[in-house]
């Protein structure tokens, strides 16, 4: 038998459009309450609030507060109102800090305990709507959900302290955000349940744990995200359909791994990517992704703060970078992006941490937001294929202060007030052009901008050579030419050009010297210490019987050119020089652009009495990128050795077998520890506990091709060739 509640009443009578309710009751608790007339009929009420306008609903009215009880009925004269409705508004943010809804109430409308600061409440099994907000912004702590339930509106629990949820056994309708900015822990998904809601749990830090139901088909836009403590993903075969443009794992930092069933027929994860196979797109990765050989495209946001800390190598199967897919990387070293993707997206690597960024040829427009943010960024090199800026493609890189562009014509830069390529970029920062073009740049728009552009030399900042040496005792070292920075020397802007001979042995005889050159009109010149002055190293733009005279100390070496030709190499065609001198001392074939074959400068003259002889270009680098390679010998080899100093024989201390591998490995003759696999530009792949003696990794998730393992301080070089 329902409980009535015989409480005196004034029936109110309305005034004007300013009253919202038809009359007050007393409950229980002594709380005032204000009803509307649902159903006149059936005598159906709900509880509503005071007055009409402005969100001000208790606008000079004492707001309810404390423990609220609402009755089944209330009794005015002779006729009895039962409560079925809990009304839009009804208590917004009136201080109450408990509520016990009655079993009559079947509905709980928009907003109706909206910022109360409840942290107790009694839901009754009638109840089948909840709607939107209804209980955003109060302090519940536990909640369960009858199975009476059908529908919870949009954030209907968001910015809550839940930490226990119970959902009903069934499918229901959840409304985008409904769970969203709570105290979550473990969430238990029950069977039944079809559809993960758009933003359900998002923006959840505490949430560690989620039990997803052999049920459920289909997960929506960022139903997880910024949920920056869980730590795994396993989900069930059932899944057919994660829907939107946005990665439903998007921030979530702590994200250790996404795994799969096997059976699913639409996606399925390696490497800790969840991968849809239809497409080959990566939906969702994580901070420990690999991206996979045969992965085409990665999807918008699919890696958006998700606490990369170093950038994932993309394979040459990658065409395709979808919007906001590195948002938010948090790799401090330097970025090349691969040729192999040709369709980039806005916002790709928006908030990067990246130091220097190198674009390929293959990209056209820089587009929206590309690197919008990128206030760590303080290079970036644009390729002469590049065309269009787009729209606040660099946004607040504040710190960015060299911008090397290699179109002749300069690229259309967006100069909308609201919308520059370049906003926020100091215009101190320099832009260096081609050679040739410093005018066009200095008067198209944008461009003009910056006071400080200037023509680029021949050789962009970064070059490095490598020549073979033989020794005396006839092993073969290398000479290392690296162009390290800029200086002035008698008014001319030049290049200093570190050069090392390595002989005999690395650890125990070395030369290090530095040389001066500088660009003119297709001409390098290079500085002759014993005399104090330039002389003419390279004409680039020589023709057939042309000749120049180099000076080394004070002799004279006049160079004559015979022939000329092409050679091409990775895909760039480059004009050859066939040249030769009285001695033979400089005779040869020089790359132009590039330097001599034999060795850049004259070594044969230079090195006479000597014991040892610089004898031909083994390959040449450009913004740690390989260009050119002369020899069969792997040139990757040759940079990692120089720059992480590593024998390309096994270092002593520890046994990798069998290497090549295919993907197991043992190791062997070492302590326990920590490994690093890393690849030929050290970029870190692979990381894990070393258990000691004879110990096995996998490193099957790798691509063919070569890299180095470090356990312990020492490194050696490890082949993987299937």
């Known amino acids: 038998m329902k409980k009535q509640f015989f409480i005196f009443v004034m029936l109110a009578l309305a005034i004007g459009n300013a009253q919202a309710y038809d009359f007050m009751a007393m409950s229980p608790s002594h709380h005032v309450l204000y009803l509307n007339i649902l159903d006149a009929e059936n005598h159906i009420a709900g509880v509503t609030y005071p007055y009409y306008g402005g969100g001000n609903y208790y606008y000079n009215q004492t707001k309810p507060e404390g423990d609220l009880v609402i009755p089944e009925t209330v009794t005015i004269g002779s006729n009895t109102w039962t409560i079925s409705e809990i ?4 208590f917004y943010d009136c201080p109450l800090t408990s509520v016990v809804i009655p079993n009559t109430v079947t509905a709980i409308r928009d907003n109706a305990f909206y910022s109360c600061p409840l942290t107790f409440m009694v839901l009754p099994n009638s109840v089948t709507t909840i709607e939107a907000q209804a209980f955003s912004y109060t302090r519940l702590q536990q909640l369960t959900l009858s199975e009476s339930i059908n529908t919870v509106g949009d954030r209907a629990f968001s910015c809550t302290k839940l930490t226990d949820l119970t959902l009903p056994e069934k499918d229901i309708l959840y409304g985008i955000g409904c769970f969203s900015n709570t105290s979550l822990v473990t969430v238990v998904l029950p069977e039944g349940l ?13 949430l560690e744990h989620v039990v997803f139901p052999s049920t459920l088909t289909t997960i929506k836009d960022e139903a997880f995200r910024y949920c920056g403590s869980l730590q795994e993903i396993d989900l069930p075969s059932s899944v057919t359909s994660i829907q939107g443009n946005w990665n439903p794992f998007r921030g979530d930092a702590g994200l250790e791994s996404i795994q799969m069933d096997g059976s699913n027929e639409v996606y399925y994860c390696e490497n800790n990517c969840l991968i849809e196979s239809a497409t080959n797109t990566i939906i969702a990765g994580c901070k ?6 045969g992965v085409i495209a990665i999807g918008a946001h699919a890696f958006a703060q998700c606490g990369l800390t170093h950038m994932p190598e993309i394979p040459a199967s990658v065409t395709t970078l979808g919007e906001s897919a590195f948002y938010g990387c948090l790799d401090s070293g330097s970025f090349t992006l691969p040729e192999t993707v040709t369709n980039i997206a806005g916002s790709a690597f928006s908030y990067g941490h990246f130091s220097t ?8 427009t820089i587009p929206y937001r590309m690197f919008a943010f990128c206030q760590w960024m303080g290079e970036v090199t644009i390729p002469a294929s590049v065309t269009d800026m787009g729209e606040s493609s660099f946004l607040w890189c504040t710190k960015l202060k060299k911008i090397y562009v290699y179109n002749p014509v300069p690229p259309t ?6 919308y520059h390529s370049f906003d926020y970029v100091p215009r101190s920062a320099t832009i260096f052009v081609p050679q040739g073009s410093l005018s066009a740049y200095q008067e198209a728009p944008g461009w003009n901008e910056f006071p400080n552009i200037v023509e680029m030399g021949l050789f962009p900042i970064g070059t490095e050579w490598y020549y073979e040496i033989e020794n005396e005792d006839g092993s073969i070292t290398y000479q290392h030419l690296e162009y390290a920075a800029d200086t002035t020397v008698n008014n001319e802007p030049v290049h200093i050009l570190v050069r090392i001979n390595t002989l ?9 010297s530095y040389e001066y050159i500088y660009e003119r009109d297709n001409k390098v010149y290079w500085w002759n210490k014993t005399l104090n002055e330039f002389t003419m190293l390279y004409d680039f733009a020589a023709q057939v019987g042309d000749e120049w005279e180099i000076k080394v100390g004070t002799e004279r070496l006049p160079m004559h050119v015979d022939g000329e030709g092409t050679v091409e190499y990775n895909g760039q065609t480059y004009r050859t020089l066939t040249v030769s001198d009285p001695q033979d001392l400089f005779s040869g074939t020089i790359i132009c652009g590039i330097g001599h074959e034999t060795s850049f400068f004259p070594e044969r003259l230079m090195t006479k009495g000597d014991n040892y002889r610089v004898g031909g270009m083994r390959c040449v680098w450009q913004y740690g990128q390989l260009i050119i390679q002369m020899t069969e010998t792997a040139c990757d080899e040759v940079y990692f050795n120089f720059h992480y100093d590593v024998d390309e024989t096994t270092a002593d201390g520890f046994q990798v077998y069998p290497n090549p591998t295919t993907g197991l490995i043992t190791v062997s003759d070492t302590q326990p520890g920590e490994y690093r696999i890393t690849n030929t530009m050290g970029k870190t792949l692979m990381t894990g506990h070393f258990g ?17 393992i470090t356990i312990d301080g020492k490194t050696t070089k490890l082949i993987i060739n299937r």
């Open 357 to 364: 960024v190198t674009i390929p040829e293959t990209i056209h």
């Open 194 to 206: 079809t559809v993960v809601s758009k933003e359900m749990f998002a923006n959840s830090p505490s």
């Open 288 to 293: 420990n992704s690999v991206i996979p050989d």
């Open 504 to 512: 005999y042995d690395k650890n125990l005889h070395e030369e290090k």
């Open 87 to 90: 009304l839009d508004h009804a």
């Open 692 to 708: 000691g003696e004879n110990q096995q990794i996998d490193v099957s998730q790798l691509s063919e091709g070569m890299y180095f």
């Open 413 to 418: 830069v967006n100069t909308s007030m609201i």
